[in-house]
């Protein structure tokens, strides 16, 4: 052994097992948000596998086939489509810094998510109305349950949607209202999301 | 410091959109939305198994769609950690939707078949 005390090169290249300073991590919240997004996704799988499961238990009351107006469904589906599209040019009026096109972009996806809400609720008065009410039989009852979740989820997205635009206007684009819209870009979408896995199995494949 | 100082600014993390990105998600979603609805107001294939499965095939395609596009999901976002919570969601929802599908549509199946020789009315 030529030394007790290392050289400064030495010291220099030795391996780091502590680290200086703190990782850094952005401050924002978009993970957090995301890890909301698949807790919520776990819920809309229960009630999907719910659905599949008690579908062919009608007990007497109408069937899908019978009662499901598929052309309704595709208007409501392009409304929620659209709506997501023109999130999206909200989003993208945000990076340039324009607070009036941000604001008018997520005032129209308003309109949209809104006539989707005014589809859906239009859809279960008729349904209630012809009979296939929720407590009619556990089909029906897997049936309000699944599309009402994911109609209340848009519900209360549009409730966010008006008091960002509220806020933005009040404050204008600042980094948290920034981080906001994202989020709500995230949740938007994600119900579009969900939306595709509702028109695929319950509406298209009940009618089949 | 006025809160407008910040607006130049981007939110960290969030990935840049495109104008071009979401018109080819939306142009594709309105592709893979048409299909599946006019195969089923056409009254499908002769096989009720085969439309179900065209139909689930196009809501998939259209979910990485939405993913990809709109969602700006890739493998480099937020160090890797969202690809591998959703990896970890679909995993879960599978086994809860196929294992739910699976339990419930064997509950008409016989229990025990030595039960059921029981059963039966003695000759």
Redesign the interface.
Known sequence: MSTNTPSAEQIENAPKFLVDEEPHH???S??GF??YL?SD??IF??L???R??LAPNVAGSPLPQEVFD??LI?LS??CL?LS??TY??A??QM?L?KLNGTILWLGVTGLLGACFIGIEIYEFSHLIHVGASPQSSASWSSFFALVGTHGIHVTFGLVWLIVLIIQAKK?????PN??RI?CLS?FW??L??IW??V???VY??G?? | MSAHENTDQHVEGAPHASFKEYMIGFGLSVILTIIPFWLVLAGGFDSRGMTIFIVIAFGVMQMLVHMIYFLHLNTKSEGGWIVISLAFTVLLVMIVIAGSIWVMFHLDSNMMPMLMDAAKPSP
Do not use: E, Y
Not at chain 1, 171 to 175: E, I, K, M, R
């Open positions: 952005a401050p924002g978009l993970l995301w890890i698949m996704c776990l799988a229960i999907f596998a719910t599949a499961a598929i052309p595709l589906t392009f489509l997501s599209i999206g040019f989003v993208l990076q810094n404050h204008g684009l600042t980094v920034k981080r994202f995230m979408h994600f579009d999301l595709i896995g028109f695929s199995v298209l494949i009618v089949v």
